[in-house]
């Protein structure tokens, strides 16, 4: 049986509560009896919103916090975008599930001015020169790989934040965000390009669009009940990902690209690992029959070791 109360803890951004209450529409419809309440929380990563992501070196940013409190017991679980969690957790927290991913992909926002006056959807559009909008570093090596002539500006804090800066700072030409972000916002008409592999060439994050939720190690009552929610291609998927990038040692300052697809039954991960500057970068790809975690996480550790 669920517990009566299962208290749920998440970042105060409007897309980490959307997720919270993603999350908790799902528990509440299997345990009908049970309530979720949702606090919203600020960590260090909304904090400092002007440093750019990889001058802050530690890792766990959006996450010691809510652990923190759910150790103390003051949360029983919290949500994050899996992509902001460490790979490697506390050893009194777990992650008890992770659902169904929204789409993967990061996407191309074109500055709404452009479209409409030039045309201009794709990065193959934009002329040498051209600013884009992030402060993360794999998305900037590589874009920097696929176009040497793009060049990048700092843009941080939420979604719509960011929406804003492009449309008011006439240096910007574009932004590249999550497409799960602004999917679930309801912000789907701003994109303008999906980009993957054949589209630009540009691989997302590990992780991204899929939710992790965490619990304390060892809470029965609260893992049997995640374990209803959890989607295990997905899991499958992101448990490569997560241990390629374990095995290769990255946080959120290095670059590292990823890309799984589920093909007749088979996982196929490809990843990349790009230079900072762009200038150099290297690619792998397996393609193979897997149905366990272990399974998973052996090809993941695979393909770092071919990178
Ligand atoms: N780093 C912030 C962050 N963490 C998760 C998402 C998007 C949602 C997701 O990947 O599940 C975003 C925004 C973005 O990268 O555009």
Request: charged share 20%; proline share 6%.
């Given at each position: 049986m669920a517990p009566s109360t299962i208290t749920v803890g998440t970042r105060k951004s409007p897309l980490a509560m959307a997720q919270a209450e993603l999350v908790v529409a799902s528990l509440q419809a299997i345990f009908p009896e049970s309530s979720f309440p949702i606090h919203g929380m600020t960590t260090t990563g909304d904090r400092d919103?002007?440093?750019?992501?990889?001058?802050?070196?530690?890792?766990?940013l959006w996450t010691t916090q809510l652990e923190e409190k759910l150790v103390a017991k003051e949360l029983d679980i919290v949500v994050h975008?899996?992509?902001?969690?460490?790979t490697t957790l506390p050893?009194?927290?777990?992650?008890?599930a992770v659902t169904k991913r929204e789409d993967p992909r990061d996407v191309l926002v074109m500055k709404k001015a452009l479209r409409d006056t030039k045309g201009y959807k794709t990065l193959a559009d934009l002329p040498d020169g051209s600013i884009i909008g992030t402060s993360s570093i794999r998305r900037i090596a590589q874009l920097a790989r696929r176009y040497p002539g793009l060049k990048f500006k700092d843009v941080r804090g939420n979604i719509q934040t960011r929406l804003k800066k492009l449309d008011e700072d006439?240096?910007?030409s574009a932004i590249v965000l999550a497409a799960a972000g602004l999917l679930r916002m309801d912000?789907?008409?701003?994109?303008s390009q999906y980009l993957d592999v054949d589209n630009g060439g540009i691989l997302h994050a590990v992780g991204q669009g899929a939710l992790g939720v965490e619990c304390r190690a060892g809470d029965q009552s609260v893992l049997e009940a995640l374990k209803k929610i959890e989607d295990k291609d997905t899991l499958l998927a992101c448990s490569a990902e997560r241990s390629l990038m374990r095995e290769l040692e990255g946080g959120c300052s290095v670059p590292i690209g990823a890309e799984t697809k589920w093909v007749d039954g088979k996982l196929r991960l490809r990843a990349t690992v790009v230079s900072v500057t762009g200038k150099e970068g290297v690619d792998a790809e397996v393609l193979e029959s897997i149905t366990t975690e272990e399974e998973a996480t052996e090809l993941g550790k695979r393909v770092a070791r071919d990178l």
């Open positions: 919103q002007n440093t750019a992501l990889y001058n802050f070196g530690g890792k766990g975008s899996l992509k902001d969690m460490p050893s009194d927290c777990t992650l008890g006439p240096e910007l912000l789907g008409e701003h994109i």
